[in-house]
């Protein structure tokens, strides 16, 4: 019943900052308690978690990656948005939005729903 579309450029220069938006129906983003999550998966290797919002607003963001990484949400839309700063090209992978619940938030294997992904390759 949830579906989740990831939405944005497939191609994004370096040092330029990379904005997807994953779009959420059959369910409310501001349903407690679940959390909305981008991972990503870079060529050859395994997912990696950037970042998630929860229902209410609170933010969780990989250390790594917080720095440079910004995720918010609009209500109004059911709509929840990445920005990545200063990409390189280790930003390559496939980008999914994906359903989980917020005292998991990081782990992939409860994610209950997941977009189908979107391929961000980073070229001059």
């Known amino acids: 019943q949830v579906q989740l579309q990831e939405s944005g450029p497939g191609l994004v220069k370096p040092s330029q900052m990379l904005s997807l938006t994953c779009t959420v129906s059959g369910g409310s983003i501001t349903t407690s308690y679940y959390a909305w999550s981008w991972p990503r998966q870079p060529p050859g290797k395994g997912k990696e978690w950037m970042g998630a919002i929860a229902y209410d607003g609170s933010t969780y963001y990989s250390p790594s990656l917080k720095s440079r990484t910004s995720i918010s949400k609009d209500t109004s839309k059911n709509q929840f948005s990445l920005q990545l700063s200063s990409v390189t090209p280790e930003v390559t992978a496939v980008y999914y939005c994906?359903?989980?619940?917020?005292?998991?938030?990081?782990?992939?294997?409860?994610?209950?729903?997941w977009g189908q992904g979107t391929q961000v390759t980073v070229s001059c």
């Open positions: 994906a359903r989980g619940v917020e005292s998991s938030y990081n782990e992939h294997d409860e994610f209950g729903y």
